[in-house]
């Protein structure tokens, strides 16, 4: 078998050079310009918002990307259609990319062609596995520019099958071509993974051609790994869609916990067990919402009453509750001045809450001055955020 397939691809190889200089010396018509490459807004997978948070279910994975002469010619599919395919596949992987959250994950680039007149040449390894960023992968992919010369997948697939010898846990090999010439023997080079790493390592195909032979064959590889699936560049080329792809391919979705109730998961949440109904902040923090002070000043303000009916309101529904007023202020003058200013504030508070009918003994008052900001000191804006009470629950 394996010497049926180096002459099959020492054949293909001939083929492919002759095919070339044939292509070099044909005259070809003008081509007309190329509007730009689709916009892609990702979805945002790593958003505070969402019910879920996503972690790696994989440790590493290996692009294989095709960069032989068939993948010069134009797209006829639906995305980005006219680009040439190379263009396309490298789109496709760059949405990918920018729909990965950041998680701790490894990654490595091969690609496999490279040239009419360098036929030995057969693949390259872009980059050797190691911790992923997306500016890692963008910048590998700007560095492949051109798409020339056979096929020799078979190649990659071992080159890849080699980089994950590195990785101890769940791999992915995600396979970018039109599926055409194949050579190298890619269905023996994925049947070796598959004895090698078991079900350990899943392998994907997105078909990025023209033709129902070459879709075929990248089906073929998939079901020989027993492991993974097949797409289409057309397939996964919208936000959501794309999205789907990643967390099937990637991640893994843990429920987030609220366990407090205000609106701020566990896993965001600074100010654990505040009382249910009261006004949080962004860091789940009990504050004393819409009430900030003027520079040097604790007084406060009548249209800042309605504000603080809300701690009125949860102090008389939990008569059993007490509380700790924290003052706090922007860092301009000395740390002195302003533990005094900050304790000013957070007995202001208390002097309403008291007149207000909340027994005085429920409540305590501490100044932090501007040891605990919330927001940079550098603006006025974010000084008058550390201008601020915040309301801590004693059970």
């Known amino acids: 078998m394996r010497k049926t397939c180096l002459l099959v691809s020492l054949a293909a190889m001939v083929i492919a050079v002759l095919t070339g200089c044939a292509q070099i010396q044909s005259i070809t018509p003008e081509k007309k310009p190329l509007s730009s490459l689709e916009s892609f807004i990702p ?34 599919g639906t995305v980005n259609t006219g680009h040439p395919k190379f ?32 036929p030995l040449h057969k693949t390259l390894i872009v980059y050797d596995l190691t911790h992923h960023s997306r500016s890692l992968l963008e910048n590998a992919l700007g560095r492949s520019s051109k798409a020339q010369g056979s096929s020799p997948a078979g190649d990659a697939i071992e080159d890849a099958s080699n980089q994950l010898l590195a990785s101890s846990g769940q791999n992915a090999i995600i396979f970018v071509s039109d599926g055409e010439e194949l050579i190298g023997c890619p269905l023996e080079k994925v049947k070796e993974i598959k004895e090698l790493y078991g079900d350990k ?34 397939q996964i080329a919208s936000s959501s869609s794309m999205a789907d792809f990643v ?60 504000n603080l009916s809300n701690i009125v309101e949860i102090l008389e ?65 974010g000084r008058a955020l550390n201008r601020r009470a915040e309301i801590v629950p004693i059970r």
């Open 247 to 306: 967390k099937e391919v990637f991640l893994n979705a843990i429920p987030r916990i609220d366990s407090d109730g205000d609106g701020v998961y566990d896993d965001e949440d600074e100010c654990p067990d505040t009382p249910e109904g009261a006004i949080v902040d962004s860091r789940g923090c009990w504050v004393v919402k819409g009430v900030t002070f003027d520079y040097k000043k604790w007084e406060i303000k009548e249209e800042f009453d309605s």
């Open 201 to 234: 390592t899943c392998f994907y195909s997105i078909f990025v051609g023209n033709t129902e032979e070459g879709k075929s064959k990248l089906r073929e590889l998939v079901r020989e790994a027993k492991c993974g699936f097949s797409v289409t560049a057309d």
């Open 87 to 118: 263009t396309v596949a490298k789109d496709i992987i760059s949405r990918m990319n920018q729909t990965l959250p950041k998680v701790d994950i490894n990654s490595a680039l091969v690609t496999f062609g490279h040239g009419f007149l360098t």
């Open 43 to 76: 979805q945002d997978l790593s958003s505070k918002s969402l019910n879920v948070k996503y972690v790696p279910k994989i440790e590493s994975f290996v692009i294989i990307l095709d960069a032989s002469g068939s993948m010069d010619a134009a797209y006829t």
């Open 317 to 381: 529904k939990n008569p059993e509750m007490h509380i700790r007023i924290e003052g706090h202020t922007d860092n301009i003058g000395s740390m002195g001045y302003n533990i005094d200013l900050s304790n000013k504030r957070s007995q202001a508070v208390k002097k309403y809450l008291v007149e207000k009918g909340i027994n005085e003994a429920r409540i305590t008052t501490e100044g932090f001055g501007f040891k605990v900001p919330i927001a940079p000191n550098t603006t006025e804006e």
